[in-house]
């Protein structure tokens, strides 16, 4: 594995679980983008395994799979153009996350670990819940407690011992990094980056679905993870296919909590980093992004984009993409809040990523 400190530039440690770097407490990421070719798809491995070569885990590692991956691409007409919608809430769990737990669980088994922790807002929960199961492990789910009810109840239905917290979402990871303070490992999705390769696989999935590269990508942000992926995935597909271009990147946020969109326009009023207020959009109330550094980087360099949207616009949007027969939960309604008011912006093909189930949603 490839993977160092972003900080100080040490390689990840040979043995033992780490989320950050021991040295100097930095975040780990991989040092070269993900390869990737055509002719190592491997169809006879399970979900997005049949693009384990662009992983960059041990060989010896052995797939966790649920079947995740393989979602549709549904074109659907709007103001006289095709749009196509990505539907990841259709992974086993219900959420996007399933492409980066496969992998996160993976690695865990691999390391010889039986027990883990992780925090979530709750569909990485559930997600890693479900995976955590599937590899034989016990897990330890912190969650807020205006987590939604259904998300709460995927995550004990897994077997996995749910653990509500008061306070910010910040107390929630404090309180997950606290229980692993007796040697148990953390399987976090915002600090480990195992995950990020299995987002990518979306990336070479849009590619085969449409033919072609898409010029535009909306997607809505918290962390930051799944855009992150997804650029390097198209990336990737650019050097394998000599491309000139990736498609424009756009992120999508609440304006109740935005700290992408206002780290990007540092001059304009009414946001900063740290806003942090209640929003239906709970999946990406994400008050300080762990790699967001990186992320506006894939969206700048990308020519693209951070927009947020207004309460009162996600729920409209939810309806609205349930008339396409697209049923999601708020905080992928961002996405089509966002390709409404952008879409004459934005260039041929379109791709609106819509990354969990609207079954999700509901009262704790």
């Not at 309460?311 to 309806?319: G, V, Y």
């Not at 905080?331 to 089509?336: H, K, M, V």
């Amino acid at each position: 594995m490839d993977i160092y400190c972003t900080r100080c530039k040490a390689t990840y440690p040979p043995e033992g679980v780490f989320y950050q770097c021991p040295q100097c407490g930095g975040l780990f990421d991989f040092r070269r983008p993900s390869p990737f070719d055509f002719k190592s798809i491997d169809d006879r491995q399970p979900g997005i395994w049949r693009y384990r070569h662009s992983f960059g885990l041990p060989d010896t590692a052995e797939p966790v799979s649920l079947g995740e991956g393989g979602t549709p691409l549904v074109p659907v007409e709007f103001l006289a153009r095709t749009v196509f919608f990505k539907c990841e809430y259709l992974n086993p769990t219900g959420s996007f996350k399933d492409r980066g737990s496969s992998l996160i669980a993976a690695w865990l088994r691999f390391q010889g670990v039986m027990e883990a922790v992780e925090d979530s807002s709750g569909n990485a929960g559930a997600s890693f819940a479900a995976y955590a199961a599937r590899a034989g492990m016990r897990a330890d789910i912190f969650v807020p407690d205006s987590a939604s009810g259904p998300k709460r109840s995927q995550i004990e239905a897994y077997g996995a011992k749910l653990i509500p917290i008061s306070g910010s979402r910040e107390n929630v990871t404090e309180a997950a990094q606290k229980a692993i303070e007796g040697g148990i490992a953390y399987a976090s999705h915002a600090y480990l980056p195992f995950n990020l390769p299995g987002y990518a696989t979306a990336a070479y999935e849009i590619f085969e679905q449409l033919g072609q590269m898409p010029a535009s990508v909306i997607v809505p942000a918290g962390q930051g993870g799944l855009l992150l992926g997804l650029a390097r995935g198209f990336d990737a597909l650019r050097i394998a296919t000599n491309a000139s271009i990736i498609p424009e990147m756009v992120a999508v946020q609440a304006r109740a909590c935005a700290p992408l969109w206002a780290r990007l326009h540092p001059n304009e009023t009414g946001l900063n980093e740290s806003l942090d207020q209640p929003t239906l959009a709970e999946g990406v109330r994400v008050r300080f992004p762990l790699r967001i550094e990186a992320v506006i980087s894939a969206v700048t360099e990308s020519g693209g984009s951070i927009v947020v949207i207004e309460e009162n616009e996600i729920l409209p949007a939810r309806d609205w993409l349930g008339h396409f027969g697209l049923y999601v939960e708020p905080t992928s309604a961002l996405t089509g809040a966002a390709l409404k008011k952008m879409i004459d912006q934005l260039p041929d093909p379109i791709v609106v990523v819509l990354t969990g189930f609207g079954l999700k949603y509901g009262v704790k």
